[in-house]
């Protein structure tokens, strides 16, 4: 079986951490979040992947390569404008032969694949969408179906207050490859608004398939370090790397080769990325620190994220809800405000 992941959307959401490293690649506790996509796949049986690329795709091809590393084909397609997430489908049709999954590339879901296999086999139609249910479906595409899994309308993003369910489109597809007949080649088109819409008033038939696994989608800072609470409480059943620091106590995962003052104070929920340097008496509370991140003496940094190799002079304070980007320098004694983005730009990125 193959699957199609879609990587090419350009995480403006996740703004500056996408100015230097695509969305896919973003690490979770010290992983691209892709790498624990493909092992996914594999442990469902996958193994062939298509990755459908166009945002900083090098980075997605070096650390991959043929993904023999991962007992996975992998097969790169990188689209020189965007394409949408059908039009990327469509891009790739060439690669597919049989009953394919359809992945978003920045859900993070406990989704038993093998499970939707099953369900789209008894339910014989075009294609089965995984749902969830949501506070917010407003957010999402909101999904209608009948008592049957049988799908009468998909709305994509509805204005609040206009939600037709809270049943929402969890970003998962299995589908027969006969739907490229439904998707017009050579443009931008969206499998939300256009291809799923269409394939509801023709007399094809899409089923859901509804659980209550954890998901999230990895698109916005905040769901991001909300992630990253769920896995070191292990409400996200996800296998962090063997070489961490063991010796911290509380929900803290510390990367091989961190050097870490005694005096400072880590936690709850906190990761700290390979050969970071943390000063003296610093406290660090909610967020996530990607590689060789330095941080001074007497620091304080809550609910945030920082990327590779920025540097947080002493006294700084960052408030909570901020992201800084990659290589930033941040001046002694800053007080930087709460939901602060700071560094990158998107001309950098290319
Ligand atoms: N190749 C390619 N080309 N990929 C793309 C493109 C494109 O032009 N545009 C977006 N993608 C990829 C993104 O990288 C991401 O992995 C996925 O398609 C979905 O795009 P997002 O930008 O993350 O969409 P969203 O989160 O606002 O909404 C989507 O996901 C929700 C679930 O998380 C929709 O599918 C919603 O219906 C759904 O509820
Ligand atoms: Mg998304």
Not at 16 to 32: D, E, H, N, Q, R
Not at 125 to 141: K, M
Request: aromatic fraction near 6%; charge should be negative; charged fraction near 20%.
């Amino acid at each position: 079986m193959q699957a199609i992941v879609l990587v090419g959307g350009e995480g403006t959401r996740l703004r500056p951490l996408t100015f230097g490293t695509p969305k896919p690649m973003v690490p979770i506790a010290g992983v691209p979040f892709l790498a624990r996509t493909v092992e996914r796949l594999h442990e469902a049986g996958i193994d062939e992947v298509i990755f459908a690329a166009g945002y900083m795709p090098q980075a997605i091809v070096d650390y991959f390569g043929d993904g023999s590393a991962f007992k996975m084909k992998i097969t790169y397609v990188i689209e020189a404008e965007p394409l949408g997430t059908a039009g990327a489908l469509k891009n790739v049709e060439r690669y597919i032969h049989g009953p394919f999954f359809v992945l978003n590339g920045d859900v993070l879901t406990s989704l038993d694949l093998r499970a939707m296999m099953e369900f789209h086999r008894k339910s014989g139609g075009l294609g089965v969408l995984h749902l969830i249910r949501v506070e917010d479906p407003s957010a999402f595409g909101c999904v209608v179906h009948d008592a049957t899994g049988r799908i009468s309308a998909f709305v994509e993003k509805p204005p609040k207050g206009s939600e037709p369910t809270d049943e929402v489109n969890a970003g998962t597809y299995l589908l027969e490859p006969s739907v490229f007949a439904m998707i017009p080649a050579g443009r931008n088109v969206s499998i939300e608004r256009e291809t799923f819409p269409a394939i509801l008033v023709s007399d094809q038939r899409l089923y859901a398939y509804t659980t209550n696994d954890y998901w999230i989608d990895l698109g916005r800072p905040e769901h991001y370090l909300s992630a990253h609470r769920d896995i070191l409480s292990g409400a996200m059943p996800l296998a962090l790397s063997s070489d961490h620091d063991r010796s911290l106590p509380g929900e803290v995962y510390v990367e091989a080769g961190a050097h870490i003052d005694p005096t400072t104070q880590l936690g709850a929920n906190v990761v700290v990325g390979r050969g970071c340097s943390i000063g003296a008496r610093v406290k660090i509370s909610d967020s996530v620190l990607w590689d060789e991140v330095v941080v001074g003496d007497d620091v304080e940094i809550e609910s945030s994220i920082i990327a590779s190799r920025a540097r947080i002079g002493a006294h700084a304070t960052i408030g909570a809800g901020t992201v800084i980007g990659h290589d930033v320098v941040i001046e002694p004694g800053t007080h930087i405000a709460p939901d602060s983005r700071i560094g990158g730009t998107a001309a950098a990125a290319r």
